[in-house]
């Protein structure tokens, strides 16, 4: 086996044993970089000389017997969103081209005590805005499944890359679906964790009260590692949860009999494909057959879940996205007088969906549409919330699809802005209501991987990797990606 195929925590274990060097492995991955990048444009900036500087430095630490940590040696890969100092985060778009920031996002920090190698920066849909990756000012990334279909977005470089075996773990973000349809799309697991389990210092923003970081892996054990190492309380962040971090590798190891697992109804109808049918029908009877209960759920308010969506994030967008004037931040593209250099600047240096959203946001807070749209969305939002506690008093977790669809061809959607809004309409409803949620391969149509998604009260990431280590272990990782 090569060493790209095997899993993190399989690295570490014979790393830190020393029966392979950190720096072999991160030679391997490179390497792997340099044979599959070209066609896939999963990285925006590889760091291979800093790569192999770490690496060399873990294997001097090992030999000198010194612990490094349960990462020891790892090659994981940052989403351009998320600061890793010194490096470029672009967050796929012009108006960020040339921005390198001074410090690495608290999420980076703990990876790297963990001692994991960064081998670079990754692409994705500019400023997190997009379900295909395609809006990146820098090319799209390509699904490695089949590169002419679309990796999913916005964390597009992150998935492509474990799944093209050019990093075995990689950190994104997800604000409205972006770690966890990308996840399904490619044929890996994908977490959003509850928001303010993971820091978000050093994340720049797109959607505040939605932003979060999260890890996409090929193994459940993989996964359940990279929260370990990220999560818990940082004071740099206002939002960062205080609630003490459990053992999440020992949650895998639990039973899942006796579970109660609710399917929602509204998803699993009409505007799934046939492959996400069969996939849903298959994991009720793996879970059932792993000693869990299924009951059939209902969320009333799922069909406000995009409306909503939007009208909370665009204004939020437009509001964070309005430093970027090519006066303080960002790049400048004119040296008129004020007003002209913020128009150009900001109409040259954006790209259209980001030009698109800005201005739904700031019409929704403009006066006199502020109560119709940006305020209602927010009351939305509330009782989307309710529905989801109404159905957590029934049901320990909640399924439904991660995308109604596998992968869609390149540029099968770009000109319809509403379809493509529509692939996200399963993964807003959690991130609305601030839910912790996974994506897990659940099976495939011909040969592109579909993705299902797990929901689970706050804080409950337990339970959904107990839940995702249950079914890998009874399909004995049949539904994994080759």
Known sequence: MTLTALSAAQLAHRIQRRELSALEVTEAFLERIAQRDQEIHAFLHVTADSARARAKKIDQELAAGRSVGPLAGVAVGIKDNICV?????????????????????TAVER?????????????????????SGENSAYGPARNPHDPSRVPGGSSSGPAAAVAARMAVLTLGSDTGGSVRQPAALCGLYGLRPTYGRVSRYGLVAFASSLDTIGPLTRTIEDLALGLQCTAGHDPL??????????????????????????????????????????????????????GAAITEVSLPYTDYGIAAYYLVCCPEASSNLARYAGMTYGTRLSDRDLIATMMTTRGRGFG??????????????????????????????????????NAFARCDLLLTPTSPTPAFRLGEKTTSPLEMYLADVDTVGPA??????????????????????????????????????AFERETGGRYLAP
């Not at 100092?85 to 996002?105: D, E, N, R, W």
């Open 111 to 131: 990876l790297l005590a963990a001692g994991a190698v960064v081998l670079g920066k990754m692409n994705m849909d500019e400023f997190g805005m997009g379900s």
């Open 237 to 290: 962040d206002s939002t960062s949860l205080p609630d003490p971090v459990p053992d999440y590798l020992a949650a895998l190891q639990r039973s899942i009999k006796g579970q109660r697992l609710g399917l929602v109804k509204e998803s699993i109808g009409e505007g799934n494909t046939a492959g996400v049918r069969q996939a849903v029908q298959q994991t009720v009877e793996v879970f059932r057959s792993a």
């Open 432 to 469: 609305l209501a601030g839910l912790p949620s996974l994506s897990i391969p659940a099976g495939f149509e011909g040969k592109l991987p579909v993705g299902l998604q797990l929901i689970a009260p706050p804080l409950g990431e337990e339970l959904l990797l107990s839940t995702a280590a």
């Open 352 to 389: 259209p969906e980001v030009r698109r959203r800005i201005l739904i946001g700031t019409y929704a807070l403009s006066a006199g549409y502020h109560d119709a749209y940006y305020a209602k969305a927010l009351k939305v939002r509330r009782l989307i919330a309710q529905d989801y506690r």
């Open 85 to 105: 100092a010194g490096v470029p985060a672009t967050c796929g778009s012009k108006i960020l081209q040339h921005f390198v920031p001074p410090y690495s996002a």
